[in-house]
């Protein structure tokens, strides 16, 4: 039930829609129509009617405050669902807040820590070093020497955050409603995409366990440095990391004036966006210009800095699987494979056609190819796939959004740092390395010794589980038995063929256990000069495979 101080924040979030004409973007709903209303009460109040639709949407949420321009720029992200202009236009979007006073955070930071501000720090800077809409940053020094920064949420900005998504989750439930697009844009899923990343960003406890992650990641991996995190200090509202300094990856000026190889700096920023994804499966995914320092110590050297881990991403690893594959195929512009990995990952129906696909995907990337090479991008090409299989009735997954947005704030870093960088060539070989070394011998060794304990553990049940399916066989328990009449001739063929199928099973398993026992049994008693029970499995496995195929 909508309380009085939701409908009177609706009736703001309506005067703000009337204000820039956007009334019509919710449709048919009742916010539309307050708005209409608004409008037509209050024509004078009407504000940059001539400018583009994305323009004015973009200075509305500008207008309605930070959990609205958190919105803004996840959609900016969606340009699966968004046209390119509107999507170009919203990602201008800015977190710009004014900070809160410095004795708040005292207040807040020595509430956290259970103690007073002056026993853990010896100095503490009451002006925000940067302030945002959910948190702000504070110089300081632990009375140990080290120089940190210290990250403190805003006061009462839980409640905000939770205030704002209840009315944003009412409006997506209007548009869903009353807008026939609905079914497209999907509004309730973006609501929550946005409220799991708000909720995310308000655990700063959480943030740190991501850079820590990151940290251990690239550990002894001089190409990118990752602060280290002060646990003692650090709690869901409050967070103490060691403070550094270099160049924002933006300053292009700065970084040529400090003489840095601009050129392997590009690069190696690609290179790192690869190792974290197809590697690590941990990606840091709020790669903007703000987040990223270098370390230009060694003009000829440098090397990266990250900062803010509030927003990290990882994929199941079937679907990192796909998109590697897709990379690489794409790469070596097998576009029929392409469409296979579409249809084999499940992102689009097993009844399209794939030589449709094929001509699809096609379309998209041969334009691509035919510019030079410091001009591809393998971001936009995602985006123009994904715009071709929808299509197809593709479903996007929320970790490839956001991976695409994170490849196209890595190549646009890359771009102004690097105009000529090519991500073709930079790219395809960092690629193949990692999925060589993931699928390679030594992969699947690794995965064999982490599993091992566990198979070993229930090998000894599997005798018992081998007899319990002999005993049900004879019992005629395991008959495969096909209802529909249109398939009673296969159902009576599988029926023939139950015996032999469970002579297979019982070979494979007595197969295995033999290897098991061979491998790490202890062999007290021989038979023939070899050891008796990996001999006695291997016999049994022998007949029981000769009367699956001898019957």
């Known amino acids: 039930m909508i309380r009085f101080r939701q409908i009177r924040r609706l009736a703001g979030i309506a005067s703000v829609l009337a204000k820039y004409r956007l009334e019509d973007v919710l449709a048919k709903t009742s916010l539309a129509r307050l708005a209409r209303l608004i409008a037509w009460v209050q024509p004078w109040r009407a504000k940059a009617t001539d400018e583009p639709l994305g323009r004015r949407l973009r200075m509305a949420l500008d207008d309605l405050g930070p959990i609205f321009v958190k919105l803004g720029q996840m959609l900016s992200t969606r340009r699966d669902l968004l046209p390119k202009d509107i999507a170009d236009e919203l990602a201008l979007l800015q977190d710009r807040v004014a900070p809160f006073p410095g004795d708040q955070a005292r207040v807040a930071v020595e509430k956290a820590l259970g103690q007073p501000i002056i026993e853990v720090f010896s100095e503490f800077e009451d002006e925000a070093l940067a302030s945002a809409s959910v948190a702000q940053v504070h110089a300081a020094v632990l009375t140990n020497g080290d120089e940190v920064v210290v990250k403190v949420l805003r006061p009462?900005?839980?409640?905000?955050?939770?205030?704002?998504?209840?009315?944003?989750?009412?409006?997506a439930l209007m548009v869903d409603r009353f807008w026939?697009?609905?079914?497209?844009?999907?509004?309730?899923?973006?609501?929550?995409?946005?409220?799991?990343?708000?909720?995310?960003?308000?655990?700063?406890?959480?943030?740190?366990?991501?850079?820590?992650?990151?940290?251990?990641?690239?550990?002894?991996?001089?190409?990118?440095?990752?602060?280290?995190?002060?646990?003692?200090?650090?709690?869901?509202?409050?967070?103490?990391?060691?403070?550094?300094?270099?160049?924002?990856?933006?300053?292009?000026?700065?970084?040529?004036?400090?003489?840095?190889?601009?050129?392997?700096?590009?690069?190696?920023?690609?290179?790192?966006?690869?190792?974290?994804?197809?590697?690590?499966?941990?990606?840091?995914?709020?790669m903007h210009p703000g987040n990223i320092l270098v370390n230009a110590t060694d003009p000829a050297d440098?090397?990266?800095?990250?900062?803010?881990?509030?927003?990290?991403?990882?994929?199941?690893?079937?679907?990192?699987?796909?998109?590697?594959?897709?990379?690489?195929?794409?790469?070596?512009?097998?576009?029929?494979?392409?469409?296979?990995?579409?249809?084999?990952?499940?992102?689009?129906?097993?009844?399209?056609r794939i030589d449709q696909v094929e001509s699809a995907v096609r379309a998209v990337c041969e334009p691509q190819l035919v510019k030079p090479l410091a001009e591809i991008s393998i971001a936009?090409?995602?985006?123009?796939?994904?715009?071709?299989?929808?299509?197809?009735?593709?479903?996007?997954?929320?970790?490839?959004?956001?991976?695409?947005?994170?490849l196209l704030n890595i190549e646009?870093?890359?771009?102004?740092?690097?105009?000529?960088?090519?991500?073709?060539?930079?790219?395809?070989?960092?690629?193949?390395?990692?999925?060589?070394?993931r699928l390679g011998v030594d992969a699947a060794a690794k995965d064999l010794q982490e599993h091992l304990?566990?198979?070993?553990?229930?090998?000894?049940?599997?005798?018992?589980?081998?007899?319990?399916?002999?005993?049900?066989?004879?019992?005629g328990k395991l008959e495969t038995r096909l209802k529909s009449d249109d398939l009673k001739a296969i159902s009576d063929l599988?029926?023939?063929?139950?015996?032999?199928?469970?002579?297979?099973?019982?070979?494979?398993?007595?197969?295995?256990?033999?290897?098991l026992l061979g491998l790490f049994g202890q062999p007290h008693t021989q038979f023939l000069g070899m050891p008796l029970w990996p001999t006695l499995s291997g016999l049994a496995a022998v007949w029981c495979g000769w009367r699956a195929v001898g019957r």
């Open 453 to 475: 304990p566990a198979w070993l553990a229930r090998a000894p049940r599997v005798p018992g589980m081998l007899f319990d399916s002999l005993e049900k066989v004879s019992a």
């Open 156 to 171: 009462g900005i839980a409640a905000r955050v939770r205030r704002d998504l209840e009315l944003i989750n009412i409006i």
């Open 380 to 406: 936009q090409v995602l985006f123009q796939l994904f715009d071709v299989a929808r299509q197809f009735q593709l479903t996007a997954q929320p970790e490839l959004i956001l991976l695409q947005k994170t």
């Open 180 to 286: 026939t697009g609905a079914v497209n844009v999907r509004p309730v899923e973006l609501v929550a995409e946005l409220s799991g990343t708000l909720y995310n960003e308000l655990d700063l406890q959480r943030e740190a366990a991501n850079a820590s992650q990151l940290k251990r990641n690239f550990a002894g991996d001089r190409e990118l440095y990752v602060p280290a995190i002060y646990w003692d200090y650090t709690y869901q509202q409050v967070m103490v990391m060691e403070r550094v300094y270099g160049i924002p990856i933006d300053n292009v000026d700065a970084l040529r004036e400090a003489g840095v190889n601009m050129k392997l700096l590009a690069e190696r920023g690609n290179r790192i966006f690869y190792t974290q994804v197809f590697r690590d499966n941990f990606f840091h995914a709020d």
């Open 302 to 352: 440098p090397t990266y800095i990250a900062l803010d881990f509030g927003i990290v991403g990882s994929m199941p690893s079937e679907h990192l699987y796909y998109l590697a594959e897709n990379f690489l195929a794409f790469f070596n512009q097998d576009y029929r494979r392409v469409a296979v990995l579409h249809m084999e990952a499940g992102w689009i129906p097993p009844d399209s």
């Open 412 to 437: 646009g870093v890359g771009r102004q740092v690097y105009p000529e960088l090519d991500i073709w060539t930079t790219s395809k070989p960092v690629l193949e390395k990692i999925m060589a070394e």
């Open 494 to 515: 599988i029926q023939q063929r139950s015996n032999n199928t469970a002579w297979a099973v019982f070979a494979a398993g007595f197969a295995m256990i033999a290897t």
